[in-house]
């Protein structure tokens, strides 16, 4: 029986075991609405294309199904690459589907027309524009499985209204499973000789297609063989952070104790990290160690530093493969945990309300399976040094370093897992880049907490102002509303937090409120960051 090709692309979805799609409706791909308007499949209508897209890749993120977003053509699309981009930096599976322009006027500048490869070609692992009704199916298997295979990241299918409209005859396609490598004998086997023989090896998890097995078989080897593990940039959930042998977190402004730790070590044990600038300290940490790569993507294998033993495979099944090695290292791993535990602390900071205090609140407080979102900000890396991450799929955070993040996230991470604690920490100008979606929680009824870190600034631009040009700031001071009042005319909690002592009680009535909430937490400017205040950049830059 003939159906139009929305209705297709929608049975297919549904055939890959698409539960959830995001999206900003459009007039280029109302035949996809349409068909929606009778399937299973939940849609979230955001306020912004960034946002769905954001919410897509966090929902990705946690579920390691591909995020599903729909977006229109022309800006829509374009505005929808922020969370493409987050998606590829973070190995993260997605599915953008975009709408086109009729096939009758592509390439004569119509009304928002874009020439979808060429713009997320560099960002996005394939982009296809489907030309025929007949292969709509088909090629959305394919964009399916592409998404998942080697290192996942984000697919771009373009869909032209005309073909969306169209009927077909053809049937669906089966579904689409993505090619799994397996671990080598022989490489597990050289991995055992190397390791037998380093004298201060370090483990490095993160990206690339983790999972919650990979994290449970990752961390029992390590702890059997007394290996120190370090996580890469954003990814502190891939091993818990209360075990004897995690050393810490590579991130920007890492703890110098943990970087030497890395530069001195004689063997890299990198388990699905790319090893990109932030946890290299741009690129200066690595060269002189023997270095074992472990990706499901063979062209990670190399393609920044050169491995005595590159190991393709799918992390999954290379952590369940491992078989702990007896440990001369337990002196090693000891000082490591050591450093790690002694960063826990934090020197009291200016102001009544005190981020590091409200840090150590939520270790005591968030059960181990809550979720932490955030975006991008100064204000970050209170979360990244002073929070402990129990269980994987529990940290959102974008590696792309994209600010607005974490309220889209906590969105997906509510819609993904219900039954947990979901809390947002943002900055003041990071959430007001996507504060719209509160009325998307609120339509959604999605009891997220978020945590407004307000100092009136784009923090981590004045600290980079202060440190380079001292005196002479401009462009990063914020006018903002009363968050509080704001988040109650979306029809939100909202309370005003001034002093450390009222955090306790005002995140509990937010909980108990039932409905999405914000606290605006009303921090002194000074306090920019834990590594400095604003007097002490000044006095470092001479000012």
Not at 245 to 252: C, E, K, Q
Not at 391 to 400: E, I, K, M, V
Request: aromatic share 6%; hydrophobic share 45%.
């Amino acid at each position: 029986m003939s159906r139009t090709g929305g209705q297709a692309l929608v049975a297919q979805l549904e055939r890959q075991g698409v539960d959830t799609i995001f999206c900003l409706p459009g007039e280029s791909y109302l035949p996809v609405l349409d068909a929606l308007h009778d399937s299973p499949i939940r849609l979230i209508s955001a306020r912004h294309e960034a946002s769905a897209a954001n919410m897509a890749e966090a929902y990705g993120k946690l579920t390691g199904r591909p995020g599903i977003c729909l977006v229109t053509r022309g800006p829509g699309s374009t505005q929808a690459a922020v969370g493409v981009h987050t998606a590829d930096q973070g190995s993260t599976p997605m599915l953008l589907l975009v709408g086109q322009v009729p096939r009758a006027v592509r390439g004569r500048a119509a009304f928002q027309e874009l020439d979808y490869p060429s713009t997320f070609g560099g960002i996005a692992k394939r982009v296809v524009e489907v030309g025929d009704p007949d292969l709509l199916a088909d090629e959305t298997a394919a964009s399916y499985a592409a998404a998942l295979e080697g290192r996942p990241g984000p697919v771009v299918l373009a869909l032209p209204e005309d073909v969306l409209a169209a009927g077909t005859d053809a049937p669906d396609a089966d579904v689409a499973t993505p090619r799994v490598p397996q671990p080598a004998p022989a490489d597990l086997a050289r991995l055992r000789q190397l390791l037998t023989g380093a004298e201060r090896p370090l483990v490095v998890v993160g990206e690339g297609g983790w999972s919650a097995g990979a994290a449970r078989d990752v961390l029992a080897f390590a702890e059997a063989s007394e290996l120190p593990v370090a996580a890469s940039f954003r990814c502190q959930d891939y091993v818990d952070n209360r075990s004897r042998v995690y050393a810490g977190h590579l991130t920007i402004g890492m703890d110098a104790n943990l970087a030497a730790r890395v530069r001195d070590a004689d063997l890299i044990l990198a388990v699905g990290s790319r090893l990109g600038d932030v946890i290299t300290r741009g690129y200066t940490l690595l060269g002189g160690q023997t270095l074992v790569h472990v990706h499901p993507d063979p062209a990670e294998l190399g393609r920044v530093f050169r491995p005595e033993l590159g190991i393709c495979s799918d992390l999954t099944l290379f952590a369940g493969a491992l078989e702990p090695v007896e440990s001369r290292w337990q002196e090693w791993t000891a000082a490591a945990r050591a450093d790690y535990e002694a960063n826990l602390r934090h020197e009291p900071a200016p102001g009544d309300l005190d981020l590091g205090d409200v840090m150590a609140f939520l270790r005591a407080r968030l059960p181990d399976d809550a979720i932490l979102t955030s975006g991008a900000g100064n204000f970050t890396v209170w979360a990244h040094r002073f929070y402990e991450f129990r269980r994987y799929g529990t940290q959102l955070a974008p590696q792309s370093g994209a600010m607005g993040y974490g309220l889209p996230a906590a969105i997906a991470a509510k819609i993904a897992r219900p039954d947990r604690l979901v809390v947002c920490l943002a900055g003041d100008g990071d959430f007001l880049m996507a504060g719209a979606e509160l009325a998307t929680a609120v339509k959604e009824e999605l009891p997220i907490v978020v945590l407004l870190v307000n100092n009136g600034m784009y923090g981590t631009i004045r600290m980079h102002q202060e440190r380079l040009y001292p005196g002479r700031v401009v462009g990063t001071d914020l006018v903002n509303p009363d968050f509080a009042a704001y988040a109650a005319a979306f029809g939100a909690y909202g309370e005003t937090v001034l002093r450390t002592e009222e955090v306790e009680g005002a995140f509990e009535r937010a909980v108990a409120s039932g409905r999405p909430a914000l606290l605006d937490l009303r921090v002194d400017p000074e306090a920019i960051s834990p590594r400095a205040t604003i007097s002490e950049l000044r006095a470092q830059a001479g000012a």
